[in-house]
Every structure is written in structure tokens, then in C-alpha cells.
């Protein structure tokens, strides 16, 4: 570590020479701790003893500082035995005479061979052994006799006379140890593998050598080197990096280290006044400690250079004094107006106070922090407000903002944040300025009736304030202040025009609820081009996640899953890179929601999974209860009733009825009670969606299908009529317009209705179906279909519908309706094995088959007529046969049963 040390090595070799041709001299070598000082003392130490020379070591410590002729008993230790008299056998050592008796053996020592003296921290040298080099420095004049002392520059000999009887001498040098030079450590740090990172990252995943970290203090230097060599990764807490930090501020001294400790109180306030009034001392001390702690490298002025170099003397801080300077440094900054935010970050690092100005400057911090989007010292702020002197209704106000916050992380922790204001808001201690952000915050959160109560308690108090009455809610607030959650595809006057909260609620669509409702379906696809025109210019962030949730919501109940998938990636991919798991858990959830609306049942499982799996707590909040309802409904549809049992066990948390995630959760739980026959409580559930989302003003079959439920349940209690009412009603509804609306209501519908009837309402749901992308409705409908044809006598084209069924099911993972539709056909070695060994490559179908030739045989392969066939093609049945005809040929098979069931992949401009 003798880099760029040229010159005080010349300086050294220089005086080592001249005592080696009889001519003495004496070396001070100074400098910061950690500067190189000793390195230097050792080269010299091995150059006189390779050139002979009798080399006598020692050094000084704080702690031998008071014991008399400590430094002096080193050296003599060193001598050859019986060349040096020991002054500590005589009856007084202090005498002049002993003095002298000792300086004459080192004259006499001088004659056979040099002699090098070698002192290392002069500054901690005791006072008896001081006096004796001193008169040794003034006895020799001519002898061979070379004196190499260290000093550190921050910390003076306590007598003045010794460094000015040194510094009267003839042959006195001194050389100043000063940091290396940038040159210097920039061939250090080049030296090291992965010290330039790479413009692809460093290969072994190491991080570039923070070289500035160590400030030119060799010392520094060589801890984060060997660091970097240990790790890749420097510096961190613990490392060798900080070790030697803390060693240097050990060795400066009690006094630089209470200066070392401030300064790192302090952080961005660091400066010398503020160092001065919080150490209490004086600004010549300070100025000199911060001089020697910036020539160690360890500060730039009056901050450190490397942040964990600054932790590391806060970690060793007694923990009370260090919450003490906190505090007072809050203070001081306060009344000097310092930033807000640094004013906050004191407050932070000193934990709860009783100061009566806390509150307001960290509410303040905390708005300025979200502002710049540093959420976790926001949140920090609010939770530390809302511990001080905070009344009901600003610690209402601290619960709403940190539930904002902390839901991209806990959504679970969110829903309970905003426990206390809604206790705060039912006892009537909640102003209105507070009442518009918390209706906002349940909204997004979907908890339609708690949002419900925050607007008509806000529209309550404007009535008040119309009528000439004192309100009790406060003054001058707007009923809809603070509610901007509204739909990305109306503006909020517009949506709201007929739901403003001075109405009586609930109106055509309740305010709160008008964040989850969806736009008119229509068959051009209008609202998915809206939705997405927004989510391509949407940033995910704390004010725009609920409205892209919505859209993408929106989009699968408009367009389908397949539009959807790709932003739910898009989304979770930012979720990731923002550290956001509440976020990444809800663009999961919509994933899961999406394959379940493909039919894809297992993927839709896993998805649900990985979402809960995000939450800290996975069934204890009311978000988490609504990814659960996808889970069960995906592991019910599969037949796996264990695994939604499972599910549905867990306790349900309190407000869940209320929300949008519990209309999901019944509806979950009302098909896994359709699924084990248990049907009157299936249709309760059912009819407990549809009078919620009735008082909401949501009742759209495109949000939620619950009639087609309901009917299902009162079919199988023998309630026809009934079921026959709600069928009706929901094939009336303008949603009815959409395939995955009117398909699996076309089902339902034809198992009332005679065999006749019912198969041509079984072609119209299977044909409807198709374009739905509902893969797992579509073979439920096709396994209908198949059992009506084998009643009807139809048993080749019973086969081949079933066949496509159970491939369907089977492709969805829906291995309970597989064993409906053919039972033991997926048995090992049966006909599935068959199956799946006859199975046509897709790109080898699209390569064969022209489009016309593939609509045509789509067709057949769903079981329809020739004559079918050329009705819904426009086209006549010879047209038919002849397609049908070279469709054979090309797949080398001789009848319609042969058709591969993935030729439905292939899709059609047709509909079945």
C-alpha cells in the first residue's frame, strides 16, 4: 500500500543513508490515522535492518500513556542483551544522571553498527520516556543515530516542548502522510476484477469498487479492497470497510469520536454551526476535528463520505444518547427552519415525541414525500404523526393517507388502517375534509357500503349547511371532495350526474359503486379500444393503480381474457420493478381472473395461488378473500372440492359482505355448493348477489352472472318456473348482446325445454360459446349437446361432439366434467391414449387446409349437418360435401369422426 509514496520514501531512504555514513538525524513523519504512517516507519525499520544496522521498535497507546517508561522498555526489549542499561532497575529513573548513563550505551552501541530508533504514535508516549529520547535528540551530534517518529496530526503531544526541541534540531525532517492522490486510487481500484463495471454488468455479479468511499485514506482503501475480494459486494454494514472506519475513529480519540457521533446525528444538517451548539463546544474544536476526520478520508467537510460508513457510528451509538441528540438536532433544526423533510427525518430517527410542533411538520413531510414518490419515509412520517399529539380526527387523517400508502405493499394492513376512521367517522368526529379521501380509499378498495356511509355522512352535513343549520361535519367542503376514483371512461360529473351523494341513496348507480362499474358492451369493441388508449398511456402509481385495475376489469368483461392478458403482464412487471407486492398480488389476481375466463382452470389456480402468496397474510383481509373466490371457483370447476374447501374454512373478515370482493366471494361459494349438491344454499348466495348489486345499481350480467346460478339451483330443487323467470330476465338484459353472456344462459335455458327445442338452444349456446374464448362453458355446452343428439337417436354425431367435449374439459383441466362426459376415458391405456396418439399438428392443419376448408370442417367437427352447414356458411350443401371431401383427402382420413378435435384452434370466420 506504498503507492504514490515516492517522495517521503526518497525522504526516508535519504536520512537512513546519512546515518549510515555517521551523520544522525531525526524523522517526523505526520498525518491523518489510516494515512500510511506506519507502513512508512516499517519500510524504513527493514532497510536498516538489511543494511545492518541495530533497529530498536516501539509504540505508543492510549492505554500505556500513563505508565512510566512504557515506550522506553519497548525499545530497550529490542536491543541486543546487555547492550542497553535499564533505567526502570535504578533507584530513580527520572535522574539526569541515569539519563545520561543511558544516552552514552546507545553513543557506544552507535560505534559497532547504527542504530534506528523507531517510535510509532508519538503522541501517545509516556512522559518519563519522552524525557529520555529528548535528551538522547540533544546529546547526539555526531553518532550514528537515526530517530523515526509518527504523529497523528489530529492528535498533538500534550507537552509543546517536545515537538519544538524536536523542531530546533539540525537535522530535524518532517513528512507530511497525506491521502492518495485520485491517479493514485484510481490504479488501485483498476486493479481489482469487476472495479469497471461492464455496460452488461459485471460478469460474477460483483458491484464496481466504490473507491471514493475510502476518501485516499490508504487504510480505507485497503478494507474495501479486501471487502471487494471477500464479497463483490462493498461496503456493507459489518464489512472490513467499516471495521477500519470505526478503528480510525477509535484511534483519533475521544474527542473526535463525540464529533464523529454528532456529525453522523446530523446527516444532511451537517455543517459547523449546528456540530457546535449540539456538542456543545467551541468553533476552533470543531473546526480542527472535522480537519482530521476529513484528512482520514472518513468526512468531506462535514458529512461522510459513504452513508454505511455514517451508519456504522450511529449502530454503535448507546441508544439513548443517540435519541437524545436526535431530538435535540430536530429541535435546533426547527427553529433554524431547516427543510420540513429534514426536520421530519430527526424526528423519525428519534421516535416518538411529545413536541407540540411534531405533528404538523411531519404531516407536512409526509404530503411533500409522496409527492416524490419516497412512499416508505411517508408512511414512516404518518405513523409517527399519528403517535404524537394528534387529535380523533387528524389521526383519522394519518390512517387514511398511510392506507393509500402501504396498500401497494399489504393490502390486508390497508384494510385495517382504516379501522379507526371509520369508528372515528360513525361517532360523528369526522370533518368533512376528511370524509371525501377515506369514501375514496373504500372505494378503490371495493368496500361499496363503508363508502357508501363516509358520502351520505358528507352530503348529511351540506344539507345541514343548505338549511341555515350549524353543520355538525364542518364547513365548506363538496360532498364528492377527495372522491376522484371514478371511471377512466367517463368523466366523473358525468358519471356521477344522476349520484351525487345530496341524493337519496342509493340513485341510478350508487357513487362509491361507480368505480367498479363497466362500460356498454357493444360488438365494435368501442369500450376495449378506450380502455386500452388509457392503459397505454398510464404510469402504474399511488394515484393512477384503482383506475388501471379498472380498466384492464373492464376490458376482460367487454372484450375478453385475451385483450386482458398482455397488460396484466405489462403491470406486473412494473409492480416487480417498483417493489410493490400488494400491487404485483392484484395484477396477478386479474391474470387469474383472466385464465379462469379462458377456461384454463389450472392456470387460473396457480395464478390465484401465487397472488395470495404475495400477501403477508393470506386470508385475513377482504382483497385477499376476493383473489380466494377465484381460487375456489377455478378448483371447483376442476373438481377439486377438497382444495376449495380448504379455501372456503377460513374465517371471513369484517366488512367483507359490503364489498365488491364478497359478491365475488359468494358467488364462489355458490357454485362449489352447486358443485357437492347443496342447493338451497346456492341459491341463497345467488340471491344475496343479486339484491346487493340491485341496491348498488350494478347489476350488469357482465360484472356478474348470478341469475345463471340462481336458475341452476332451482332447476335441481325442482323449481322450474322460477329458473325459467330468471333465464328470461338475464337473456332480456342488453349484456345478454355478449357470447359469454348469452352462451351458458342458452344452456341453462334448453335443460328446461323439450329435446327439440333444447337442441337448437344447445347449437345456438355452443355457436355463441365459441366466440366467448370460454373454453370450459364451451365444452359444458358441447357434453349437453352430445346427450341430447344420443336422446334424440343421433348417436355418430353424439360421438363426435363428445369427443370434442372431453378434449375441451381435458385442455381446461376440468377432470371431473372429463368423467362426466365419458367415465373412465382418461384411464391409463384407455380410448384418451387413442386419442391423444391421433392428435394433428396445428401448424400442419393451417398448412393443409384453406380458410374456407377449415370454417367448413370446423363446423363438422361440432357436430353439425351439411345442410347446417351451408345455412350458416351462405353456401350450398354440394359446396359442402366438396370441401368436406378434400378435407379427407388432405388429412388422409374417410369419415367425419375421424375430424381432429384441434381443428377448433384453428378458428373461423364463421359461427358454429
Not at 461522510?304 to 448507546?318: C, G, I, T
Not at 400508502?405 to 385495517?416: D, L, Q
Request: with cysteine; charged share 25%; glycine share 8%.
Amino acid at each position: 500500500m506504498l503507492i504514490d509514496r515516492e517522495r517521503e520514501l526518497a525522504v526516508l531512504e535519504s536520512a537512513l543513508a546519512d546515518c549510515l555514513r555517521g551523520t544522525p538525524g531525526i524523522v517526523l513523519i505526520e498525518g491523518a490515522v489510516g494515512c500510511g504512517k506506519s507502513e512508512l516507519v516499517e519500510t524504513v525499520a527493514e532497510h536498516a535492518a538489511a543494511s545492518g544496522a541495530v533497529v530498536l521498535r516501539a509504540i505508543g497507546t492510549a492505554v500505556e500513556h500513563d505508565l512510566p517508561l512504557g515506550v522506553l522498555g519497548q525499545l530497550l526489549a529490542a536491543a541486543p542483551a546487555g547492550a542497553l542499561p535499564d533505567p526502570a532497575t535504578a533507584p530513580d529513573p527520572s535522574r539526569i544522571d541515569v539519563m545520561q548513563s543511558l544516552c552514552a550505551a546507545v553513543h557506544r552501541l552507535a560505534e559497532t553498527a547504527p542504530v534506528v530508533i523507531c517510535v510509532d504514535d508519538l503522541h501517545h508516549i509516556d512522559d518519563l520516556s519522552c524525557q529520555y529520547l529528548l535528551h538522547l535528540v540533544r546529546r547526539t551530534r555526531a553518532a550514528r543515530v537515526l530517530l523515526v517518529c509518527t504523529e497523528s496530526v489530529h492528535e498533538r503531544a500534550d507537552d509543546p516542548v517536545y515537538a519544538t526541541e524536536l523542531l530546533r534540531q539540525r537535522r530535524f525532517v518532517r513528512i507530511r502522510a497525506e491521502r492518495l492522490r485520485p491517479e493514485a486510487v484510481d490504479r488501485l481500484a483498476a486493479a481489482e476484477p469487476a472495479a469497471v463495471e461492464p455496460a452488461a454488468g459485471p460478469a460474477d455479479g460483483r458491484t464496481p469498487l466504490p473507491a471514493d468511499a475510502a476518501g485516499g485514506n490508504p487504510l480505507l482503501l485497503r478494507a474495501l479492497i479486501e471487502e471487494h475480494r471477500a464479497g463483490g459486494r462493498t461496503p456493507e454494514l459489518g464489512g472490513a470497510f467499516t471495521q477500519a472506519v470505526l478503528a480510525c475513529l477509535h484511534r483519533c480519540g475521544p474527542a473526535a469520536r463525540r464529533l464523529s457521533e454528532v456529525l453522523a446525528v446530523l446527516g444532511e444538517l451537517g455543517s459547523r454551526e449546528p456540530a457546535v451548539r449540539l456538542l456543545g463546544s467551541t468553533d476552533g474544536a470543531v473546526v480542527r476535528g472535522s480537519a482530521a476526520l476529513d484528512a482520514a478520508g472518513i468526512l468531506d467537510g462535514y458529512r461522510f463520505r459513504h452513508p454505511v460508513a455514517r451508519q456504522a457510528v450511529l449502530d454503535r451509538m448507546d441508544p439513548d444518547d443517540r435519541t437524545a441528540l436526535h431530538r435535540r438536532a430536530a429541535e435546533l433544526a426547527y427553529r433554524d427552519g431547516a427543510p420540513t423533510a429534514a426536520v421530519a427525518a430527526q424526528l423519525l430517527a428519534a421516535g416518538p415525541t411529545d413536541l407540540p410542533w411534531a405533528v404538523a411538520v411531519l404531516s407536512t413531510a409526509a404530503e411533500q414525500l409522496l409527492a416524490d414518490g419516497a412512499t416508505d419515509r411517508a408512511a414512516a412520517c404518518l405513523e409517527l404523526a399519528y403517535r404524537g399529539r394528534a387529535d380523533d380526527e387528524q389521526r383519522a387523517q394519518f390512517r387514511t393517507m398511510l392506507a393509500a400508502i402501504i396498500w401497494r405493499t399489504n393490502p390486508g394492513a390497508a384494510e385495517r388502517a382504516l379501522a379507526e376512521p371509520l369508528e372515528t367517522l360513525r361517532a360523528g368526529r369526522l370533518g368533512p375534509a376528511r370524509l371525501g379521501p377515506l369514501a375514496r380509499l373504500l372505494t378503490e378498495q371495493g368496500r361499496i357500503d363503508e363508502a357508501g356511509e363516509a358520502l351520505e355522512r358528507l352530503a348529511a352535513g351540506r344539507e345541514a349547511e343548505r338549511a341555515g343549520r350549524p353543520a355538525r361535519l364542518g364547513r365548506g367542503a363538496d360532498p364528492l371532495d377527495g372522491l376522484s376514483a371514478f371511471p377512466w371512461w367517463a368523466g366523473s360529473a358525468q358519471s356521477c350526474a344522476s349520484a351525487r351523494p345530496n341524493e337519496p341513496l342509493p340513485a341510478r348507480i350508487s357513487a362509491p359503486a361507480t368505480l367498479w362499474a363497466i362500460p356498454e358492451y357493444s360488438a365494435d369493441g368501442v369500450a376495449g379500444v378506450a380502455a386500452e388508449t388509457f392503459l397505454r398511456g398510464a404510469t402504474l402509481g399511488d394515484g393512477t393503480a384503482a383506475p388501471i385495475v379498472q380498466a384492464i376489469r373492464a376490458l376482460l368483461a367487454t372484450d375478453g381474457p385475451a385483450r386482458v392478458l398482455p397488460w396484466c403482464q405489462v403491470f406486473l412487471e412494473e409492480a416487480v420493478r417498483r417493489g410493490a407486492p400488494g400491487w404485483q398480488a392484484t395484477f396477478t389476481a386479474l391474470h387469474a381472473e383472466a385464465l379462469l375466463r379462458q377456461g384454463d382452470l389450472t392456470g387460473a389456480q396457480q395464478q390465484a395461488e401465487a397472488a395470495l402468496d404475495l400477501l403477508p397474510e393470506r386470508g385475513g383481509s377482504v382483497f385477499a378473500r376476493g383473489v380466494a373466490a377465484t381460487l375456489i371457483r377455478a378448483a371447483t370447476a376442476a373438481g377439486r372440492h377438497d382444495t376449495a374447501a380448504r379455501e372456503l374454512s377460513r374465517p371471513l373478515p369484517e366488512g367483507l359482505a359490503g364489498s365488491i370482493h364478497g359478491i365475488a366471494y359468494l358467488r364462489a361459494r355458490g357454485q362449489y355448493h352447486l358443485a357437492t349438491h347443496r342447493f338451497h344454499a346456492a341459491l341463497g348466495d345467488f340471491l344475496d348477489i343479486g339484491r346487493t348489486l340491485k341496491r348498488w345499481g350494478l347489476d350488469r350480467p357482465l360484472l356478474m352472472p348470478w341469475r345463471t346460478g340462481a336458475a341452476e339451483a332451482l332447476i335441481r330443487l325442482g323449481e322450474a318456473p322460477q329458473a325459467t323467470r330468471f333465464v328470461a330476465d338475464q337473456l332480456a338484459h342488453r349484456d345478454a348482446a355478449h357470447p359469454w353472456i348469452s352462451g351458458p344462459t342458452l344452456r341453462v335455458r334448453a335443460s328446461l325445454c323439450e329435446p327439440r327445442e333444447r337442441l337448437a338452444l344447445l347449437a345456438r349456446a355452443v355457436d355463441e360459446l365459441h366466440d366467448s374464448e370460454d373454453r370450459h362453458e364451451l365444452a359444458r355446452a358441447l357434453a349437453d349437446f352430445a346427450r341430447v343428439l344420443r336422446e334424440l337417436g343421433d348417436g355418430n354425431r353424439a360421438n363426435m361432439v363428445n369427443r370434442r367435449a372431453w378434449q375441451l374439459a381435458k385442455e381446461c383441466g376440468a377432470d371431473a366434467l372429463c368423467e362426466q362426459i365419458a367415465p373412465g376415458l382418461g384411464a391409463p391405456g384407455g380410448p384418451s391414449e387413442d386419442a391423444r396418439s391421433g392428435a394433428v399438428d396445428l401448424a400442419e392443419l393451417h398448412a393443409r387446409l384453406s380458410d374456407s376448408e377449415k370454417r367448413v370442417a370446423m363446423l363438422a367437427v361440432h357436430g353439425h349437418t351439411n345442410r347446417e352447414i351451408a345455412t350458416k356458411l351462405y353456401i350450398t350443401v354440394s359446396t359442402v360435401e366438396q370441401h368436406l371431401t378434400r378435407v379427407y383427402r388432405k388429412l388422409n382420413i374417410t369419415r367425419r369422426q375421424e375430424l381432429p378435435a384441434e381443428l377448433h384452434l384453428l378458428g373461423s370466420g364463421g359461427r358454429v
